[in-house]
């Protein structure tokens, strides 16, 4: 059975930075798609960023791009979000997802249990 | 970038039949997956592949997708059923994955 499990998260002022961390367990993460989901308070689910360990591509919702930085660790069998620039509206919970396969139109069947990103003065 | 459109809220007595849309421009000629959220707990895969159903989802959890609307219908509706349903597609054209802005789900 394939875990997830973030880590990282926090309260941070706006124009600062933090780097959130899924450590992945049952399965390495080259065999899969995985990407970085959030959801505001209030709001709905929204996607954030994906990686692909096999292939080395990165995507990224425009409203995170250049200021978001998604990567991964085979030996550590691990997910990072570096997230820079930091913004009141990227207030959320983070979720790591991982897709059923590295195929970018895969569904994410596998999620962590979130964690919280407040920014704030 | 491609949008996806469900009805905010959709309210049904138990037993019943629900059914929860999520409209996109020729939405049929893409894969929709589907999402049941809980307050406080982690998004749930209940629909994969329009129509696919993973290990451990009952039944009573369909899906269908055609022109421009794909449609998750759950049947014999229980009171564990209410929650927020999300669907979502890749869009190979932004290279995004996109969500609807979500469904929720009250049973009466």
């Known amino acids: 059975e394939v875990q997830l499990l973030e880590s990282g998260g926090g309260l941070v002022q706006p124009g600062g930075s933090l780097t959130l961390s899924c450590a992945v367990s049952?399965?390495?993460?080259?065999?899969?798609?995985m990407s970085w989901v959030r959801q505001a308070p209030g709001k709905g689910l929204e996607w954030v960023s994906a990686?692909?360990?096999?292939?080395?591509?990165?995507y990224y919702t425009d409203s995170v791009k250049g200021r978001f930085t998604i990567s991964g660790d085979n030996s550590k069998n691990s997910l990072y979000l570096q997230m820079n620039s930091l913004r009141a509206e990227d207030t959320a919970i983070y979720y790591c997802?991982?897709?059923?396969?590295?195929?970018?139109?895969?569904?994410?069947?596998?999620w962590g249990q979130g964690i919280m990103v407040t920014v704030s003065s | 970038s491609y949008v996806l459109t469900q009805p905010p809220s959709l309210s049904v007595a138990p037993g019943r039949t629900a059914r929860i849309s999520c409209g996109g421009d020729?939405?049929?000629?893409?894969?929709v997956h589907w999402y049941q959220k809980k307050p406080g707990q982690a998004p749930l895969l209940v629909i994969y592949?329009?129509?696919g159903r993973p290990s451990g989802i009952p039944e009573r959890f369909s899906g269908s997708n055609s022109g421009n609307t794909a449609t998750l219908t759950i049947s014999r509706v229980e009171a564990g059923d209410e929650a927020d349903y999300y669907c979502?597609?890749?869009?190979?054209?932004?290279?995004?994955?996109?969500f609807g802005g979500g469904t929720n789900l009250a049973v009466l």
């Open positions: 020729d939405i049929g000629s893409r894969s």
């Open positions: 049952g399965s390495s993460i080259k065999n899969y798609a």
């Open positions: 979502q597609v890749w869009d190979s054209d932004s290279t995004h994955r996109v």
């Open positions: 592949y329009d129509s």
């Open positions: 997802a991982k897709s059923r396969s590295v195929y970018e139109a895969d569904a994410f069947d596998v």
């Open positions: 990686f692909s360990v096999s292939g080395g591509n990165t």
